[in-house]
């Protein structure tokens, strides 16, 4: 079997590491003495030794993951123990190691002052340290320790998860969503070689015979693509099974699947592995993460169907401009594509592209209020005729800026900029330069370049020179410099695209 799957060598236990801090050797021999076969919870105690404030200050910065320190009070001075105290509480900041202040002058550091005055966790007078007692105390105050930690690891735990869970909800597709969900788990758990995802696209009536594997990250990157059952070992195909049928997390001893499953019934599920040190916590953790990632996942798949919705309104409100003016739905649907090109050659997000290839196309949706004498006149308007025509930008935009929804509110935006020019010449607003907006620029370019090589009853379509000829002349005047030249370095794929949608 792949040696992916290896048992890891099993780990030593770590031990409670106490610090005893005393000018005299023979309490630091006394207490290693008593306390060397002490054990609590199975483990066992490592000893560090300080002989003054000063060794110990040293000593606890570079272990503080220390849980009890042993401190004396008077060392290089009557005061330099609670001198001490200060400095790891306030000055270094542990607030984790319990001090357990034992002194053989108890005159001299009056038990009532220092409990109230200095923050310590116990106060012992040597002489009353038997060797049970001292077993006593250590126990009673690991326990503190063990407590107190036990706290703080949940506490940062669920920060963890609240910072992997943000992450993940901040992603919109579904490739990204699964990765991130695959590097946040794996973080959070400190699992090192990482986890894959296996999405099952359609409910099925019964168990599929293979999960794909659609994302992996660490080792199991080269598994993707593949048949999760063919490449994982039979135990942990089983998993996945398992987890299939019944519908719910399943964990074992040295691994586990998560399974997820949104409103359109599609199933998704995580595997990782190489869990063996997965703690009580951490499984925690875990469940926690997964209720937060099925709220994420559900949510996902929500907002594309409300976006979905919204595609849906502006491709029948399109439709129906563009069956007034009597051109074909092809051509808004060729807009929204051509200024998705030159918006990712602008450097536009993903999530703002899609929404630009959506929202150009009702560019012209103003038309709709545009008398058909003058909408479908084949001649040249007259004066009054060109004043009617030229409305149908403010109407477009005020009409779409009614609208809550965001893919309506920016094709309203498009709507009334797509006519400016560039050098302030154009209409409703006579907006001049990055006065329009970005949206308005690359919708007016990509309009007039399919509508020039387009064929129209009044006219033929134009040549591939002559569109770039015009659009040439028309730069710095009509048009963005930028985006024509964005234009021009894609002109092949622009014209592919009038090819995959043709009249």
């Known amino acids: 079997m792949d040696e992916l799957f290896a048992p890891e060598e099993t780990t030593t236990v770590q031990p409670w590491k106490v610090m005893i801090v005393d000018d005299e050797p023979e309490v630091h021999n006394v207490t290693r003495l008593v306390l060397s076969n002490f054990r609590f919870e199975n483990r066992p105690l490592q000893f560090l030794q300080a002989y003054s404030a000063r060794e110990a200050r040293g000593l606890i910065a570079q272990n503080p993951d220390t849980s009890v320190m042993l401190l004396d009070v ?108 695959l590097g946040q788990l794996t973080t959070l758990v400190g699992v090192e070689r990482g986890a894959l995802y296996c999405k099952v696209p359609r409910p099925a009536t019964q168990t599929p015979e293979h999960f794909v594997i659609a994302a992996a990250n660490g080792d199991y990157s080269r598994f993707v693509d593949n048949n999760a059952d063919e490449r994982l070992p039979p135990h942990i195909a089983d998993t996945l099974r398992d987890a299939y049928t019944r519908k719910r997390h399943v964990f074992n001893k040295d691994h586990y699947v998560l399974h997820f499953t949104d409103s359109h019934r599609t199933e998704s599920l995580l595997y990782v592995g190489e869990t063996w040190d997965l703690t009580p916590l951490d499984m925690k953790l875990v469940e926690v993460f997964c209720t937060n990632v099925s709220i994420a996942f559900e949510n996902l798949h929500l907002q594309r169907e409300m976006f979905d919705s919204q595609v849906e309104i502006v491709t029948l409100l399109a439709g129906v401009a563009e069956s007034r003016s009597k051109d074909t739905l092809n051509h808004v649907k060729r807009v929204g594509h051509l200024a998705d ?63 809550r929804l965001p893919l309506l509110q920016l094709a309203a935006i498009i709507a009334e900029d797509h ?69 021009f370095d894609n002109w092949q794929r622009a014209e592919q695209i009038r090819a995959r949608f043709p009249d």
């Not at 509480?89 to 550091?109: K, S, W």
């Not at 116990?122 to 320790?145: F, G, N, V």
């Not at 302030?424 to 607003?429: A, K, L, N, T």
């Not at 064929?455 to 040439?472: L, Q, V």
Request: net charge neutral; proline share 3%.
């Open 419 to 487: 006519h400016e020019n560039w050098d302030g010449s154009g209409y409703p607003r006579g907006l001049r330069g990055d006065e329009i907006s970005i949206g308005g620029r690359i919708t007016a370019l990509a309009d007039v370049f399919d509508a020039l090589g387009s064929k129209r009853c009044y006219k033929e379509a134009w040549s591939a020179e002559d569109i770039r000829a015009f659009i040439r002349e028309q730069t710095g005047k009509k048009f963005d410099p930028r985006l024509v030249q964005l234009l």
């Open 74 to 181: 008077v060392m290089e001075s009557d005061q330099a123990g609670l001198d001490l105290v200060k400095i790891i509480r306030n000055e270094i900041g542990n607030r984790f190691v319990r001090i357990v202040l034992r002194t053989g002058q108890p005159g001299q550091a009056p038990e009532q002052d220092v409990i109230a005055n200095y923050d310590i966790n116990d106060y012992k007078e040597k002489t009353e340290l038997t060797a049970q007692k001292l077993s006593t105390m250590m126990y009673a105050t690991l326990r503190a320790h063990r407590d107190i930690m036990t706290i703080e690891a949940n506490k940062r735990g669920l920060e963890r998860v609240i910072e992997a869970s943000a992450r993940i909800f901040s992603h919109q597709h579904s490739h990204e969503f699964a990765s991130a969900v």
């Open 341 to 403: 090109l030159i918006g990712e050659a602008y450097g536009l997000e993903s999530r703002a592209r899609e929404m630009l290839r959506y929202a150009a196309p009702l560019h012209d949706i103003g038309k709709i209020g545009i008398p058909d004498s003058v909408l479908n006149k084949p001649g040249t308007h007259s004066p009054e005729e060109t004043d009617v025509m030229r409305t149908h930008a403010r109407i477009g935009a005020q009409w779409l800026a009614a609208s």
